[in-house]
C-alpha cells in the first residue's frame, strides 16, 4: 500500500513538473516570439533611427522622429483645415516638402522626405499633430521660422493657423500640468 501511495505521489509530482515544464517551454516559446517580433520592429527601422531620436509616426513612405535636442525659442504647432497646404521651403528657396488636409477630411497628401525629424508630426486626421521648434514669430514679419531634419527651414505665415509657445510650455502642456 505504501509502495502505491509512493507510486502515485511521484507520478502526481511528475505529472506537475511535466505541465511545469510546458507551462515553461510556453513561456520561452512567448518571450521568443516577442524578442523576434522586437527585432522585426527595429530591422524594419534599421539605419533610420540614430542615438537621441524616438519615432513618433511611421507609414507606408513617411516616418517622423523627434529628439530631445532644443532648438530655437519655442514651438509651433499648426493646424490644418480642409484643403489647407503646408509648404516648408528650405531657407534659400528651395521646396523642402508639402502636406495638405484632403476635401474628405480623411488623410493627408504627402511630399516630404522619407525621415523627417521634427518636435511632432503626426498626418492622421484623428489625432494629427504638426509641432516644429521654432524661432519667435516675430523674429521674420513673413515667414515661420522652423527646425526640421536639424536645419532652419521657413514657412509662410500669411493664411497659416498656428501658436507658438516656449518649450517650457510645451511641456507643461504635453504634461498636462499647468505650472504657472
Not at 509530482?13 to 522585426?40: L, R, Y
Not at 508630426?121 to 494629427?128: H, K, L, Y
Not at 524661432?135 to 536645419?151: K, Q
Not at 497659416?160 to 504635453?174: G, S
Request: charged share 30%; aromatic share 10%; hydrophobic share 35%.
Amino acid at each position: 500500500m505504501k509502495r502505491t501511495m509512493l507510486m502515485a505521489l511521484f507520478t502526481a509530482i511528475a505529472g506537475c513538473s511535466q505541465s511545469d515544464s510546458n507551462d515553461a517551454v510556453q513561456a520561452d516559446t512567448i518571450s521568443f516570439q516577442v524578442q523576434q517580433n522586437n527585432k522585426a520592429d527595429t530591422n524594419s527601422t534599421k539605419g533610420i533611427i540614430k542615438t537621441g531620436e524616438k519615432l513618433i509616426y511611421q507609414g507606408a513612405t513617411f516616418s517622423s522622429f523627434t529628439e530631445e535636442t532644443q532648438r530655437g525659442d519655442g514651438v509651433i504647432s499648426i493646424r490644418l483645415d480642409i484643403n489647407d497646404r503646408l509648404d516648408i521651403w528650405d531657407m534659400d528657396g528651395a521646396k523642402f516638402g508639402e502636406i495638405v488636409l484632403n476635401e474628405d477630411q480623411t488623410f493627408f497628401t504627402l511630399n516630404m522626405p522619407k525621415k523627417v525629424i521634427a518636435r511632432n508630426v503626426v498626418p492622421e486626421f484623428d489625432f494629427a499633430a504638426f509641432d516644429f521648434d521654432a524661432e519667435d514669430p516675430a523674429s521674420d514679419p513673413r515667414y515661420l521660422l522652423i527646425y526640421v531634419n536639424h536645419e532652419k527651414r521657413k514657412v509662410e505665415k500669411q493664411g497659416l493657423k498656428y501658436d507658438f509657445r516656449t518649450h517650457q510650455q510645451y511641456r507643461d502642456d504635453d504634461d498636462g500640468t499647468d505650472r504657472d
